[in-house]
Structure formats: C-alpha cells, structure tokens
C-alpha cells in the first residue's frame, strides 16, 4: 500500500491561513470517509486534530479544519499561531483492514 | 491520569527478536481496539499493526506480517508486540495508539498515544 502524498512543507504568516493536501486514490482517501489528520511536535507523540474527513476532537481549536475532494483531502488551519508549527500527518483506511500515512508536511510560521 | 507507557526498545541485531510492551492507565483498556504505529528517524508515521478489543480480529501491515505478532491482556492493561526476523529497516520509533472509539472496533484514527520507545536493529 503506498503512502498517501503530501507537500513535504507548507508556511504561513500569523494570523494567515494555509491549507495542506493530501492525495491518495479511490481506493483510500477517495473510497472511504475515515480521513484522518495529526499533528506532530519535534520530539512528542502525534495528536489527533481531525477525523472522519472533518470532525474535531474534544479540545482542538476550530481553527482547524478538514474536508475532502474525490482523492485529495485538505487541512486548513487558519488565524495560524506559532504554537502552530509542527509537523502534520494525514491517514486513511485503505481497505481490507489496513491503514495508511501520507509522507507528513512541516508547517512553517514566518 | 489516561496514558499509555511504551518499554521492551533497545539495540538488537539482524535477524534478533524484541517484545514491547505497552501499559495502559486511567481509562477502560478492555473497551478499546489497540494499535502499534512506528517511525523511523526523521520519517513518517507507518501503521503497524491492530488487534481489536477481544482479540478476536488482528491486523498487520504487509512489511511486518509473518514477522510481528501483537497480542493484548486485559486484565493486565498490557498491550504487546512481539517482533521477530528483524530488519535494519525495522527501525523506529515505536508507538502504542488507542483508537478513537470504545466501541472495541476499528475505526481506525488514534486519539491517544504514547510517547514511544525506540528500537534500533544494527550490528
């Protein structure tokens, strides 16, 4: 199962909006509603943001959202915060009880 | 406090076995399907395996399937990982990951992790 594809980074002034992709295939992002989006500090474990293409966990900021297009799902976080720069990962079930990670994008705030 | 504490990381050689253990706290471990996910060193996150909440259905990424088995023990709030035939590429960090719903079933997006534990296959 290959990974699902992301821009290697992704940069924003504060207060700006950016959106991070992440492409897959009809057999996974496009196939199945269990998108799946994480955020990940140099050093710590990775924390859930967004799930089910656009749903928020208890405790994550709306200015975190998620949606989905076909193949490509996206992260947009907007009124971007230093405490914003991070390293974010998008999932997918892929099928045949499997999941898979896309290459993960390192968010930058200028 | 909810948390899972990863242990069992360490040096071994090709071809060498390891067990990590995972130990759960503060929540209803026996309600939760479990999950192992790793990362290599300045990589990204790889899922590596499933085992649902009675153990009665586990899944295994085609990179580790026939080497890695993942068990659970409920009543000890333990979640495990036995890895055998290991490969330099087998090298990562390791991390125990709840899945979302306490349903005991998949549905496959983690909610909480562990702060992982590192294992490094070189001779």
């Known amino acids: 199962q290959s990974a699902l594809t992301q821009p290697p980074s992704a940069s924003g002034s504060p207060g700006q909006s950016v959106t991070i992709s992440c492409t897959g295939t009809n057999n996974d992002v496009g196939g199945y509603n269990y998108v799946s989006w994480y955020q990940q500090h140099p050093g710590k474990a990775p924390k859930l943001m967004i799930y089910?293409?656009?749903k928020r966990p208890s405790g994550v900021p709306d200015r975190f959202s998620g949606s989905k297009s076909g193949n490509t799902a996206s992260l947009t976080v907007s009124g971007l915060q230093a405490e914003d720069e991070a390293d974010y990962y998008c999932s997918s079930y892929a099928g045949s009880n499997n999941l898979v990670f896309g290459g993960g994008t390192k968010l930058t705030v200028l | 406090e909810v948390q899972l504490v990863e242990s069992g990381g360490g040096l071994v050689k090709p071809g060498g076995s390891l067990r990590l253990s995972c130990a759960a706290s503060g929540f209803t471990f026996s309600s939760y399907s479990m999950n192992w996910v790793r990362q290599a060193p300045g990589k990204g996150l790889e899922w590596v395996s499933s085992?649902?909440?009675?153990?009665?259905?586990?899944y295994y990424a085609d990179s580790v399937k026939g080497r890695f088995t993942i068990s659970r023990d409920n009543a000890k709030n333990s979640l495990y990982l036995q890895m055998n035939s290991l490969r330099a590429e087998d090298t990562a960090v390791y991390y125990c990951?709840?899945?979302?719903?306490?349903?005991?079933?998949?549905?496959?997006?983690?909610?909480?992790w562990g702060r992982g534990t590192l294992v490094t296959v070189s001779s």
């Open positions: 089910e293409v656009n």
């Open positions: 085992i649902i909440s009675s153990s009665s259905y586990i």
């Open positions: 990951a709840r899945d979302y719903d306490s349903s005991g079933w998949n549905y496959w997006y983690f909610d909480l």
